[in-house]
């Protein structure tokens, strides 16, 4: 069975797209914060069994907020064969953001651009294969109360899961500058074996020299505690 | 060019954030919904007893308490 979760800003249409996917009935609210709890619910593919969670809506993944957390837990811990992140795209610039920190957590992404009507409606129009190029990530365009582009969205849910191993390029390089004391942070973490296969050791890096709460406990219980500190400082 | 604080724009005014002056959880959600160095900012409404606030920033609309707005720090024209 493969696992997809789903992700994205608030009032992108996540619930809609999650109800299109599954085909459970459930009711769309608009109040912010309406998905905290964990919804599951489950498809067929071509003869293969998909379950889906719906995360929810978060427009990052810092630990300030209980909502992102579950979410980036959820992606770090029980690391989902697919994350399916549903980005506006009336709304692009905004959106992107939680994609780009989603790609910095080495999650096997799949992009549904859903509001595409809106935005086509709007003027804007988006340039997906190069989109899709820049980003390493699958793209499909969606209108989730229409259902359009919700079969194609399955076929690329499948076949990502499918090339789950493969390795993805670095979108985000942060300067040279700060380069160096990623890979300096990141070698220390290296050394530290449960660590570095259990977390991405990049963003455990970039994670450490951003002081994230959880990330430092991570290091507070680490046998080679002393090293990585050392490399933060 | 003259500066000013983000509460302080009216309606229709646009300004471009030059700095941030909370720390902490505040700062780093203000750069989560793009409130960072360099991003435009408009002045849309106000409710009717003067607080929140919404902008318009990045192609969507954001709406922030006078006093988070107060941290902002813009160059306007």
Redesign the interface.
């Known amino acids: 069975m493969i696992t997809a979760a789903i992700i994205g800003n608030p009032n992108v249409g996540k619930t809609e797209l999650f109800n299109r996917l599954t085909g459970m009935k459930q009711h769309v609210g608009n109040w912010p914060g309406v998905t905290v709890e964990k919804k599951i619910g489950s498809y067929s593919y071509k003869g293969e069994d998909i379950e889906v969670v719906d995360l929810p809506g978060t427009y990052s993944l810092t630990t300030l907020a209980a909502d992102e957390l579950i979410s980036r837990d959820y992606i770090v811990e029980e690391k989902p064969d697919v994350v399916v992140d549903i980005v506006d795209a009336t709304s692009l610039e905004r959106n992107l953001y939680l994609t780009l920190l989603l790609l910095e957590l080495e999650a096997n992404l799949v992009m549904a651009l859903n509001r595409w009507d809106l935005a086509t409606r709007r003027g804007i129009l988006i340039e997906t294969e190069k989109l899709s190029e820049l980003l390493g990530v699958p793209i499909v365009p969606t209108i989730a109360p229409t259902g359009e582009g919700i079969e194609s969205l399955k076929e690329l849910i499948s076949m990502a899961a499918k090339a789950k191993n493969e390795k993805r390029k670095i979108v985000v390089g942060y300067g040279e500058k700060v380069e160096l004391s990623i890979a300096k942070v990141k070698d220390a973490f290296c050394k530290d074996a449960t660590l570095s296969n259990k977390y991405p050791p990049r963003w455990l890096a970039i994670k450490a020299l951003e002081e994230d709460e959880q990330v430092l406990k991570l290091i507070e219980k680490s046998s080679h505690r002393a090293e990585i500190m050392a490399a933060v400082r | 060019m003259p500066k000013k604080r983000l509460n302080e724009l009216e309606i229709g005014d646009k300004g471009k954030v030059i700095d941030l002056l909370s720390r902490g ?1 505040l700062r ?2 203000f750069m ?3 409130i960072v160095r360099g991003a435009e900012i408009e002045m849309v409404r106000r409710a009717p007893l003067g607080d929140p606030v919404e902008f318009l920033l ?3 609309n954001l709406t922030l308490r006078q006093g988070e707005a107060a941290s902002v720090l813009l160059e306007v024209e």
């Open positions: 959880s780093q959600r989560d919904m793009g990045k192609g969507y």
